[in-house]
């Protein structure tokens, strides 16, 4: 956490709970930017505070808030803190979307914190499945168990904005088949925002922001700590296992992660084993720094490889059996591809059709005070390689290879309060490189982006008031040369030509150049009615520009099996979101409710092509073809939460969750047409969870407690889907059973392990989610016991261990 340096006088101490260490708690000064967290034995330090009087808050998801007013005088002031059992987030200290480190409760943007413990709990695929646990209002787009892609309030692709440590995530995220390059065994936390952050972000932050926070030593204690991650999966057989290492002292820190997943096909009872749903994902990092008086510099590397493969749901017609593509084009028939074998199916070998995502980051963070305030920098360069192999008879031929360079900048300075006046300025952005490489399929073209954006925000605290908000100006250039292609004589692939006049050359792509820009603002208010409950209020106005496949794309992207085709004259969107709130935080229950609207000016979305007898027009090979298309549209909903947890029955605890989103696209045409063309694609049906936990003291040497586990998931169906030219189709509602059991293990005298084994989807429900794409991957669109497409996983039994080191 940043924290501004001015004089050599410390606090630190034990932050404990019924005898036992609270890990990851956050000790705050309120009204300043100092802060830390406890390591592993419950110990927290934190130096260079300047004399005098402050109020100290500590605050850690799973236990009641504790403050105590102290004196700061000496060299060391020692302060030990008990926390009480409760569990709420209300208390929680985020950083994301605000200028300085600010309270959950204090913020009037709607904003969740996912901590340590609930991250290590998660028997998830990936890092994202396991936030929209945690995150009423999040929810994913999934094409398999490894590529999620996060929704939030019915927006996603471009319009969520990923951060990782701070830094813009630059992928192709535009892509429906692959998700966020990360790894998820090096998470410490995270935080969602719900609503335009376009403020702080720019472009592509319109619907909201998911930050990721990766590891960071901070023990200063001269020794070397880690932790070990391991995991097994029985759906589809996945081996995971992470292992980081740190060191820190007073002045130096360097910590080294690395980690290995790997799968084979997942399963439910209807389709078996999924063909081409396995992966093969690695991931190492490094972090070096330096931290004097004055503040911090880090360095970091992070190296991050996926194999995937890519299911297209070809099928036997009669026995219903997957089928693998073994021909090209024309002389690829669909119903006489041969079955895929029982060995194919149950092999972790991924198989010729299959994509290949590295993503390779090096950045530097700093932080320095400056006089009473403070400034914070930040330089990046990321390199993203996206290849897709479509070819069975050149299997090492890519149909697709991108290749992206990205710059992010950023700098910004707190200036020091006047008058409880808060005030930041700052600028960022990026300079992007985009280049098709050694390929034969080129939905976008070559391409080189420009971004810059300036903004100010402002914080005012009065007694029980709050009030945040701010402005901001973004520019971003856009550009490319003419685009050409033709035929390889030697293997009758597609390839870019430079020289115009090649032989049957195509220009696919035009020049061009544009230069877009906006406007963004927010502008909110809390009040504190009394300690337990906060009124919120908040109104912003998001931007984005439109990303490349929108403006340009001209042909097949054959990851995605979709014929993209864009429109170069395309306006930036515009969101306006008003939200209004309520939380509440009592020893025996808490809860909060959010209320939002949100209509989004030159709404960009996609629409099928059908032929004359309105049958979607497909290629040789049954790939779809989708024109953008843009308009208005509304979005509105609430999202509502209830915790029971006792002080009386100690470590019970009753989560309740519910999400509500509705989407409607405001093309005059489409008025009243519901299904027809008024209802938004991708919109997550209602979900309401509900999650009992009773946590045990065991009077054991070895295992200090216990905490069993059940979680219902109501999914209730969606009516409100875009059926028009067959789009979506209606998804019946269903419900999934999850249970578990997780111990502490204390295997050493300051170290304490966690297993967990948890079931989910006990019941072997079969289903499909409305927001998965595999729904559709069906070549043969009904089959005689009335099913269509793929479904979702089945049982899964889930084994973690997490080891401190």
Request: glycine share 8%.
């Amino acid at each position: 956490m940043p924290a501004g340096f001015a004089q050599k006088a410390a606090l630190s101490g034990k932050v404990m709970s019924e005898g036992k260490a609270v890990e990851f708690a956050t000790v705050f000064l309120a009204k300043t930017s100092f802060g830390s967290a406890t390591d592993s034995t419950g110990r927290y330090s934190v130096k260079n505070i300047p004399p005098g009087t402050y109020q100290v808050q500590v605050s850690c998801i799973g236990y009641l808030k504790a403050e105590k007013t102290i004196v700061v005088d000496g060299e060391n002031t020692i302060v030990d803190f008990e926390l009480n059992a409760d569990g709420t987030t209300l208390n929680e200290v985020v950083i994301t979307g605000v200028s300085r480190a600010t309270l959950v409760r204090e913020n009037p943007i709607a904003i969740i914190g996912i901590s340590p413990r609930a991250l290590e709990q998660a028997a998830e695929s990936n890092i994202i499945d396991a936030l929209s646990k945690n995150a009423p209002g999040l929810a994913v787009v999934k094409t398999g168990p490894n590529i999620s892609k996060p929704f939030i309030r019915g927006l996603g692709y471009n319009r969520v904005l990923t951060l990782y440590d701070g830094i813009r995530q630059e992928g192709q995220q535009w892509g429906d088949e692959h998700g966020i390059e990360v790894d998820a065994y090096n998470m410490e936390r995270a935080e969602v925002i719900k609503g335009p952050s376009s403020l702080m972000y720019g472009s592509d932050a319109l619907a909201g922001v998911v930050s990721l926070f990766p590891c960071i030593p901070d023990e200063q204690d001269g020794k070397i700590h880690g932790k070990f991650t391991s995991e097994y999966q029985t759906n589809n057989n996945l081996i995971g296992n992470g292992l980081q290492v740190g060191y820190s002292d007073k002045h130096f820190l360097a910590a080294l992660r690395g980690s290995y997943r790997v799968a084979k096909n997942y399963r439910n009872a209807v389709d078996g084993r999924v063909y081409n749903t396995n992966f093969d994902e690695k991931n190492i990092s490094a972090l070096l720094g330096y931290t004097n008086d004055k503040g911090y510099s880090h360095f970091n590397v992070t190296l991050y490889d996926n194999l995937q493969g890519i299911p297209d749901g070809s099928r036997d017609s009669l026995s219903r059996k997957f089928t693998r593509q073994i021909y090209e084009g024309l002389a690829d028939h669909v119903a006489k591809r041969p079955v895929v074998s029982d060995d194919e199916l149950n092999s972790y070998k991924l198989s010729p059709l299959h994509q290949h995502i590295q993503h390779y980051r090096m950045y530097t963070h700093n932080f320095y005070a400056i006089g009473k305030g403070d400034i914070d920098f930040q330089f990046a360069f990321q390199q993203n390689h996206r290849r897709e192999y479509n070819h069975p008879t050149a299997p090492q031929q890519a149909g697709l290879y991108l290749r992206l360079n990205t710059y992010n900048y950023g700098l910004r300075y707190n200036a020091p309060a006047i008058a409880n006046i808060e005030t930041t300025a700052g600028i960022n952005g990026m300079v992007q490189n985009n280049k098709s490489k050694n390929a034969t399929d080129f939905p976008i073209p070559d391409y080189n982006l420009v971004d810059a954006g300036m903004y100010v925000h402002f914080k005012w605290k009065h007694k029980d008031w709050t009030l945040g908000g701010g402005a901001r100006y973004d520019v971003r250039d856009v550009r490319w040369n003419d685009f050409y292609v033709g035929t390889d004589p030697a293997t009758g692939f597609g390839r870019h030509v430079s020289i115009p006049d090649t032989a049957h050359a195509v220009l696919q792509f035009s020049k061009y150049q544009k230069r877009l820009g906006g406007i963004s603002a927010s502008a909110g208010v809390t009040y504190q009615v009394n300690p337990q409950v906060s009124l919120k209020a908040n109104i912003a106005r998001g931007y984005r520009a439109p990303n490349i496949t929108e403006i340009a794309s001209n042909g097949l992207d054959p990851g995605a099996h979709i014929i993209y085709l864009g429109n170069r004259n395309f306006d930036p969107e515009f969101s306006l979101q008003e939200d209004i709130g309520i939380t509440a935080h009592y020893s025996n229950f808490s809860g909060s409710l959010s209320v939002f609207n949100n209509h989004v000016t030159n709404y960009i979305y996609l629409s099928l092509l059908v032929d004359a007898d309105n049958n979607p027009i497909r290629d040789t090979q049954g790939n779809k073809t989708y024109q953008y298309e843009q308009s208005s549209a509304q979005l509105y909903g609430t999202e509502a939460t209830f915790s029971l947890h006792p002080e009386k029955i100690k470590g019970f605890r009753w989560d309740n969750s519910l999400a509500l989103v509705y989407g409607f696209n405001r093309k005059s045409e489409y008025k009243n047409d519901k299904q027809n063309g008024e209802y938004l694609p991708l919109i997550p049906p209602v979900k309401f969870v509900t999650d009992v936990s009773q946590k045990m003291t065991v009077r054991s040497k070895y295992i200090t407690s216990l905490t069993a586990r059940m979680e219902t998931e109501l999914t209730a169906a969606q009516n409100r889907y875009l059926g028009i030219n067959n789009t979506e189709t209606r998804t019946p509602g269903y419900a999934v059973l999850n249970v578990g059991v997780s111990a502490d293990i204390s295997y050493c005298r300051s170290n304490t392990a966690q297993l967990q084994v948890q079931v989910n989807n006990l019941l072997n429900e079969v289903y499909q989610s409305n927001l998965s794409r595999l729904k559709y991957f069906e070549y043969y669109s009904q089959t005689p016991n009335g099913r269509s497409g793929i479904y979702n996983m089945g049982r899964n039994i889930c084994m973690k261990l997490v080891l401190p080191l």
